[in-house]
C-alpha cells in the first residue's frame, strides 16, 4: 500500500512565489503612475472649485475677494480673503489642499519642462499674481482698491518617485472661465 503526502512541494512553492513577485513588480509602477496622475487631477480640481467659490463669494457678499497661494508642511495650499486684507491663512477661511507632490510654479523650467501656454491658446495676455474677483464676479488684478481686468494662469508640477514629472494649468479668462490643462508631453488640452 503506498501512502501519498498531501500538500505542495517546495518546487510548486517556489514557482507560484515568483509568478506573484513578477506580478508585483510589474504592478508597483503602473499604480504609482495612477496615483500621481490622480493627485495631479484632484489638486487643479480642487484649485478650480476654489476659484468658483471665490466668484460666488464676490458676488454673494457684493465685494472683491482674491484667492492666495502658501505653502504649508502637506503642501501648496490656496484661500480665499477679501481683497482688501493680507493677513494670513486662518482656518475659518475657505481653503483647498492642493497636494504635497504638487509644486505651483510661474513659469515652467527644468528638464522636461513644456512651453507657457500661448495666447493664442488661451485667447488673452495672462498674468500669474493672485487672482480676485470683483461684486460681478469677473476676475481682475487687485492692487491699491482698483481691480483691473485681467486673465490668470498658473502651473503645478508634480514631483513623482517613479517616471517623469507631469505639469497642468488652471487658467481664468478675463471672462470668468476656469479651465484645467493638463500637459500631454507635445501639447497642452
Aim: glycine share 10%.
Amino acid at each position: 500500500m503506498c501512502i501519498r503526502n498531501k500538500g505542495f512541494t517546495l518546487l510548486e512553492l517556489l514557482v507560484v512565489l515568483g509568478i506573484v513577485v513578477t506580478l508585483i513588480a510589474i504592478g508597483i509602477p503602473s499604480m504609482a503612475t495612477i496615483i500621481s496622475n490622480a493627485r495631479l487631477s484632484g489638486g487643479v480640481t480642487n484649485l478650480s472649485g476654489l476659484l468658483q467659490n471665490c466668484r460666488m463669494m464676490a458676488i454673494k457678499e457684493n465685494k472683491t475677494k482674491s484667492t492666495h497661494f502658501t505653502v504649508m508642511s502637506n503642501g501648496p495650499v490656496a484661500y480665499v480673503k477679501s481683497a482688501s486684507d493680507s493677513s494670513s491663512l486662518l482656518p475659518t477661511d475657505a481653503q483647498a489642499q492642493l497636494g504635497a507632490p504638487l509644486t505651483k510654479v510661474t513659469i515652467p523650467t527644468g528638464l522636461g519642462a513644456p512651453p507657457e501656454i500661448t495666447p493664442t491658446e488661451l485667447s488673452f495676455t495672462a498674468v500669474t499674481g493672485d487672482p480676485s474677483f470683483n461684486s460681478r464676479g469677473l476676475p481682475c488684478e487687485y492692487s491699491g482698491g482698483i481691480c483691473t481686468s485681467k486673465g490668470f494662469v498658473y502651473y503645478f508640477k508634480d514631483t513623482r518617485p517613479l517616471g517623469a514629472s507631469r505639469w497642468a494649468a488652471v487658467s481664468i479668462s478675463p471672462a470668468g472661465r476656469i479651465k484645467r490643462w493638463f500637459w500631454t508631453g507635445s501639447n497642452w488640452n
